[in-house]
């Protein structure tokens, strides 16, 4: 079930956010792949914690509290992304002693940035897989077995085209560099309005 989310669903919807955070920051090959890495690590923590809240609360009362946060997540986690790709569309051209120590901390430093950018897409409401943890907590006959499932439904998720693409993502900046270092600037540039753009829709959904 975890491969053919991570081929379908999760590809969808994480896919145009994540590629565009890769191909932006102007990895290569090996720090791509770490950053689908860390990127998953963190979806897999927030699958391990739904996993037991629905079967520590169940079904209806989780869905109950994700409704009351939902809009909250939208917000902040939109707001999270627009800043990313406001951050990588100004580069290191930026006056402001603020904004410098953010980007350091968020685009040259990105393993927290990352790990937070995989909590908040884990975070988003997706009723499939609302529908997949109910089946878990049906299913489980502990609580640690409840962990155990979506534990191994996320490293399902790992097996998706999402690495694949992701490594292309990182070698297609370097190509354009190579090529002419403007064709570089501007890739990364639609990258980050593309970010800009897919984060003003979250923030949008919260509202």
Request: net charge positive; hydrophobic share 55%.
């Given at each position: 079930?975890?491969?053919?989310?991570?081929?379908g669903?999760?590809?969808?919807?994480c896919?145009?956010?994540?590629?565009?955070?890769?191909?932006?920051s102007?990895k290569?090959?090996?720090?791509?792949?770490?950053?689908?890495?860390?990127?998953?690590?963190?979806?897999?923590?927030?699958y391990v914690?739904?996993?037991?809240l629905?079967?520590?609360?169940?079904?209806?009362?989780?869905?109950t509290?994700?409704?009351?946060?939902?809009?909250?997540?939208?917000?902040?986690?939109?707001?999270?992304?627009?800043?990313?790709?406001?951050?990588?569309?100004?580069?290191?051209?930026?006056?402001?002693?603020?904004?410098?120590?953010?980007?350091?901390?968020?685009?040259?430093?990105?393993?927290?940035?990352?790990?937070?950018?995989?909590?908040?897409?884990?975070?988003?409401?997706?009723?499939?897989?609302?529908?997949?943890?109910?089946?878990?907590?049906?299913?489980?006959?502990?609580?640690?077995?409840?962990?155990?499932?979506?534990f191994?439904?996320?490293?399902?998720?790992l097996?998706?085209?999402?690495?694949l693409?992701?490594?292309?993502?990182?070698v297609?900046?370097?190509?354009?560099?190579?090529?002419?270092?403007?064709?570089s600037?501007?890739?990364?540039?639609?990258?980050?309005?593309v970010?800009?753009?897919?984060?003003i829709?979250?923030?949008?959904?919260?509202?």
């Amino acid at each position: 079930m975890g491969v053919s989310f991570g081929a379908g669903p999760c590809l969808a919807s994480c896919g145009p956010l994540f590629l565009s955070y890769i191909s932006g920051s102007g990895k290569n090959i090996t720090k791509s792949l770490v950053s689908y890495l860390i990127f998953s690590l963190a979806r897999i923590t927030v699958y391990v914690f739904l996993g037991i809240l629905v079967y520590c609360l169940g079904k209806f009362f989780t869905e109950t509290i994700f409704e009351g946060i939902s809009k909250y997540v939208f917000i902040l986690g939109g707001g999270f992304i627009v800043c990313i790709g406001m951050l990588m569309a100004l580069g290191r051209h930026m006056d402001a002693a603020v904004c410098r120590v953010v980007y350091k901390n968020l685009l040259e430093k990105d393993i927290k940035s990352i790990f937070l950018f995989g909590l908040i897409i884990g975070l988003l409401p997706c009723a499939p897989l609302f529908a997949l943890f109910s089946y878990v907590a049906l299913i489980s006959k502990s609580f640690t077995l409840s962990a155990i499932y979506a534990f191994s439904f996320g490293l399902g998720t790992l097996l998706s085209p999402l690495a694949l693409l992701a490594v292309f993502a990182g070698v297609i900046p370097r190509a354009l560099l190579k090529i002419k270092p403007l064709f570089s600037r501007i890739f990364n540039l639609v990258c980050a309005a593309v970010l800009i753009f897919l984060g003003i829709q979250l923030v949008r959904r919260g509202f």
